[in-house]
């Protein structure tokens, strides 16, 4: 694909970006929260202490509880005529003699009650137990080169199951393997690095780990749920599109090239063999040992397809970079009509451009 048959389509199509809306910067709960996590850490024991401390508004009951008639608690409830209140026979005492209670039932003075030393012992079952061992889904996380992170998941119970992992802000789905197993390298966006997998059905599992070499790295992730035709585009140094230094989805780069300060390179997120999966681009550029000057120019394309035209699409992007606080652009689109298939709009300001000196 050229550059002339690139083209920025404006008319008709309307957008809304909003500058660092809903970026979270903490962990724990809220974290969760802004991310869509059903529970918190530590499981559901963990968000039954935590909703039996929050306070209900009265108006949120108001709307929730059907209406009832007032009650007068003044005022006596009648007793139905016909209704007789049945004498209370004598219940036996439980230090009674075996014998007494047995004879006292012949007669049908008492019933029979058990003793609690005549009831059975019930020992757990071992099948059961391994099982809910097994169910304990467990995550490790191991830091490489170039600010990466490699995640280690288990969980027997979930083969071929989907899983959200959050980081930092960022979300994208995945899918177990046969066994239960997942193993993903995941661009860290932050020294104090926590990742969580959430499984929908039952609990998730969390690993932490400090990644040295954040510093050195900027990094533009891009992110949407579904469908949504979007893509990240870096320029390299003056590269136009199609060039040696054009890094996108179709040609990502090497972390080789990474690793001696020539260029950057792509991460793609996101199982398409899930449905309405959530994805994650993410272009990585070590700028604290770049062995080049010059601009890295970066660009959001998204393009009309059969799936997105005529209507909302929406992305958010995350930037990061050495010395500076992370920036995040909330991004909502109007798409053309579906007689536009197959052109681009070219975004320009959903992340900064680089610029990049030698070290």
Same mark, same amino acid.
């Given at each position: 694909?050229?550059?002339?048959?690139?083209?920025?389509?404006?008319?008709?199509?309307?957008?809304?970006?909003?500058?660092?809306?809903?970026?979270?910067?903490?962990?724990?709960?809220?974290?969760?929260?802004?991310?869509?996590?059903?529970?918190?850490?530590?499981?559901?024991?963990?968000?039954?202490?935590?909703?039996?401390?929050?306070?209900?508004? &009265?108006?949120?009951?108001?709307?929730?509880?059907?209406?009832?008639?007032?009650?007068?608690?003044?005022?006596?409830?009648?007793?139905?005529?016909?209704?007789?209140?049945?004498?209370?026979?004598?219940?036996?005492?439980?230090?009674?003699?075996?014998?007494?209670?047995?004879?006292?039932?012949?007669?049908?003075?008492?019933?029979?009650?058990?003793?609690?030393?005549?009831?059975?012992?019930?020992?757990?079952?071992?099948?059961?137990?391994?099982?809910?061992?097994?169910?304990?889904? &467990?995550?490790?996380?191991?830091?490489?080169?170039?600010?990466?992170?490699?995640?280690?998941?288990?969980?027997?119970?979930?083969?071929?199951?989907?899983?959200?992992?959050?980081?930092?802000?960022?979300?994208?789905?995945?899918?177990?393997?046969?066994?239960?197993?997942?193993?993903?390298?995941?661009?860290?966006?932050?020294?104090?690095?926590?990742?969580?997998?959430?499984?929908?059905?039952?609990?998730?599992?969390?690993?932490?780990?400090?990644?040295?070499?954040?510093?050195?790295?900027?990094?533009?992730?891009?992110?949407?749920?579904?469908?949504?035709?979007?893509?990240?585009?870096?320029? &390299?140094?003056?590269?136009?599109?199609?060039?040696?230094?054009?890094?996108?989805?179709?040609?990502?780069?090497?972390?080789?090239?990474?690793?001696?300060?020539?260029?950057?390179?792509?991460?793609?997120?996101?199982?398409?063999?899930?449905?309405?999966?959530?994805?994650?681009?993410?272009?990585?550029?070590?700028?604290?040992?770049?062995?080049?000057?010059?601009?890295?120019?970066?660009?959001?394309?998204?393009?009309?397809?059969?799936?997105?035209?005529?209507?909302?699409?929406?992305?958010?992007?995350?930037?990061?970079?050495?010395?500076?606080?992370?920036?995040?652009?909330?991004?909502?689109?109007?798409?053309?009509?579906?007689?536009?298939?197959?052109?681009?709009?070219?975004?320009?300001?959903?992340?900064?451009?680089?610029?990049?000196?030698?070290?």
């Amino acid at each position: 694909m050229n550059q002339v048959m690139r083209k920025a389509l404006t008319a008709g199509t309307t957008f809304a970006i909003a500058l660092g809306i809903g970026f979270v910067m903490q962990y724990g709960d809220a974290l969760a929260s802004r991310l869509g996590v059903d529970e918190p850490i530590g499981g559901p024991e963990a968000r039954s202490a935590r909703d039996a401390q929050a306070e209900i508004p &009265e108006e949120t009951v108001a709307v929730l509880a059907p209406a009832r008639p007032p009650v007068d608690r003044g005022a006596s409830l009648p007793v139905p005529q016909e209704a007789a209140v049945p004498q209370m026979e004598a219940i036996p005492r439980l230090d009674q003699p075996q014998d007494a209670l047995d004879a006292e039932a012949v007669d049908g003075s008492a019933p029979v009650l058990a003793r609690a030393d005549a009831l059975p012992a019930v020992e757990p079952d071992a099948a059961v137990l391994a099982d809910v061992a097994a169910c304990s889904p &467990e995550m490790t996380a191991e830091t490489l080169p170039l600010a990466m992170v490699r995640l280690s998941l288990t969980d027997a119970c979930h083969p071929q199951a989907a899983v959200k992992i959050h980081h930092r802000g960022m979300m994208f789905s995945a899918l177990t393997d046969a066994k239960g197993q997942l193993q993903i390298d995941v661009p860290a966006l932050t020294a104090q690095a926590l990742f969580i997998a959430d499984f929908a059905d039952g609990p998730g599992a969390a690993a932490a780990i400090v990644v040295p070499d954040i510093d050195d790295i900027d990094r533009a992730v891009l992110q949407w749920q579904g469908d949504e035709g979007v893509q990240v585009h870096a320029l &390299e140094f003056g590269a136009g599109y199609d060039d040696a230094g054009h890094v996108w989805s179709a040609s990502t780069g090497t972390p080789e090239a990474a690793a001696g300060g020539t260029g950057g390179f792509m991460t793609a997120l996101g199982d398409p063999a899930i449905s309405d999966a959530y994805h994650a681009e993410v272009y990585t550029f070590p700028s604290g040992h770049s062995a080049r000057n010059g601009q890295v120019i970066l660009n959001v394309e998204a393009e009309v397809t059969s799936g997105n035209c005529g209507r909302d699409v929406s992305a958010q992007s995350i930037q990061i970079a050495p010395q500076q606080d992370p920036h995040a652009v909330d991004l909502t689109m109007t798409m053309p009509d579906c007689d536009a298939i197959g052109e681009f709009l070219v975004l320009k300001n959903m992340f900064a451009d680089l610029t990049l000196a030698a070290k």
